[in-house]
Nanobody, 128 residues
Framework: VQLVESGGGLVQAGGSLILSCTAS????????IGWVRQVPGKEREALSC????????YYVNSMRDRLAISSDNAKNTVYLRMNNLKPEDTAIYYC??????????????????????WGKGAPVTVSS
């Protein structure tokens, strides 16, 4: 099982960035793939996820207006676009995967609790 992130780096405040996560080794369509970040000195925080089984998206309320997540099943890749970046967005951004059962109800919190696979992380630095 592999989750490989790309697209991190240095960006100026107010700019945008697209992170990519390519998955392998498990059935992509049966999993929810998302992004979790860790700001230095703080706990990990789930930002967004894409439910590949039902085609639904979920966002953390505090960043809902600045994020856009999408999925390309043909490429086993999930993308996260982040807009209007701020210095406080500087963090390590991890791709993660959680198995999606057949139940109707799901949430970003459920995703975070059920994460079974992690990527190695992509550093993002936002300069002021």
């Amino acid at each position: 099982v592999q989750l490989v992130e790309s697209g991190g780096g240095l960006v100026q405040a107010g700019g945008s960035l697209i992170l990519s996560c390519t998955a392998s080794g498990f059935p992509f369509v049966d999993y929810v793939i998302g992004w979790v970040r860790q700001v230095p000195g703080k706990e990990r925080e789930a930002l967004s996820c894409f439910d590949n089984r039902y085609g639904r998206t979920y966002y953390v309320n505090s960043m809902r207006d600045r994020l856009a997540i999408s999925s390309d099943n043909a490429k086993n890749t999930v993308y996260l676009r982040m807009n209007n970046l701020k210095p406080e967005d500087t963090a390590i951004y991890y791709c993660a995967a959680a198995f999606r059962d057949s139940g109707y109800y799901f949430s970003l919190e459920r995703f975070f609790e059920d994460i079974g696979y992690w990527g190695k992380g992509a550093p993002v630095t936002v300069s002021s």
